[in-house]
C-alpha cells in the first residue's frame, strides 16, 4: 500500500502499530445511531482510519477528533483556495480537482460537526453521500453528452471529407468534359474547313465546266450558223 495523498480532512500523526491489531471499519451514514460509542469511534466510522505499508511496517493514521477553533475554519479556506490555484483547478464547468477538494472540504467539516453533535454530523454525511451520487449522474450525463458530440464531429468530419471527394471528383470530370468540347470543336471546325474547301474545288470545277461547255455550245452555234448562211447563198 502506498503512503496515503494529502487531504484536507484533519488527521493525526500516524503511529506504528501491530497488524493484527487494525480492524478495518466502513463508514456510515448511521454512525451516531449506536449508543455509547465515543466521538473517536464514531469518526472512524465515518472515515476509516488510513493505513499503509512500509517495508514490513504498518502505519495507521486516525482522523483527528480535536475540537475545532475559528482559526481552523480560516486555514481550511486558505488551504482549499492554495490546492486549488496549485492544482489548476477550472472555475467553471465539470473540474475533477475543484470536484475532489470541494469533497474533502466538505468532508472536514463534517469531521468538524461530528466532534460538536454526533447527529449533524451523520445526516451531513447523508447530505454529502446524495450530493456524490447525483454528481456522478451529472458526471455520466456530461461524458455521455461529450462522447456523443465527439461522435457527430468525427461524422461531420468524415462527410466533410466524402463532400470534398465528391468536389474534387466533379471538378476533374468537368475538366475532362471540357478538354472533350474543345478536341470535338477543334475536329468539327477542321472537318468543316475541309468540306468548305472540298465544296469550293467542286464549285470551281463545275465552273470551268459550264465554261467550256458554253465555249463548246458558242463555237457549234456559230459553226452551224454559218454551214445555214452557206447553203443559202448557194440556193441564191
Known amino acids: 500500500m502506498a503512503t496515503p495523498s ?6 493525526d500523526p500516524p503511529v506504528l502499530v501491530n497488524k493484527t491489531d487494525m480492524k478495518s471499519r466502513k463508514p456510515t451514514s448511521e454512525a451516531a445511531e449506536a449508543p455509547g460509542q465515543g466521538i473517536q469511534e464514531i469518526l472512524n466510522r465515518i472515515f476509516p482510519p488510513r493505513e499503509w505499508m512500509e517495508g514490513n511496517q504498518l502505519w495507521v493514521q486516525q482522523v483527528s477528533s480535536a475540537p475545532f477553533t475559528r482559526a481552523d475554519i480560516i486555514q481550511l479556506e486558505e488551504l482549499l483556495d492554495r490546492r486549488l490555484q496549485q492544482s489548476q483547478a477550472r472555475g467553471t464547468g465539470i473540474c475533477p480537482q475543484r470536484t475532489a477538494l470541494s469533497f474533502q472540504c466538505f468532508d472536514e467539516l463534517i469531521r468538524q460537526v461530528t466532534i460538536e453533535c454526533a447527529e449533524r454530523g451523520a445526516l451531513l454525511l447523508m447530505v454529502r453521500d446524495q450530493i456524490q451520487m447525483t454528481f456522478g449522474v451529472y458526471q455520466a450525463l456530461n461524458e455521455g453528452s461529450m462522447a456523443f ?54 464549285n470551281e470545277k463545275h465552273a470551268e465546266k459550264i465554261q467550256v461547255l458554253t465555249k463548246a455550245n458558242e463555237q457549234f452555234r456559230n459553226k452551224l450558223e454559218g454551214i445555214i448562211a452557206a447553203k443559202t447563198q448557194n440556193i441564191s
Do not use: F, H
Open 149 to 202: 458530440g465527439t461522435r457527430k464531429a468525427l461524422q461531420a468530419e468524415l462527410g466533410k471529407a466524402d463532400e470534398e471527394k465528391t468536389i474534387s471528383d466533379l471538378e476533374e470530370e468537368n475538366r475532362d468534359l471540357k478538354k472533350q468540347l474543345s478536341d470535338l470543336t477543334a475536329d468539327n471546325e477542321t472537318i468543316e474547313k475541309r468540306e468548305n474547301e472540298q465544296q469550293r474545288m467542286e
Open 6 to 11: 494529502e487531504t484536507l480532512v484533519k488527521y
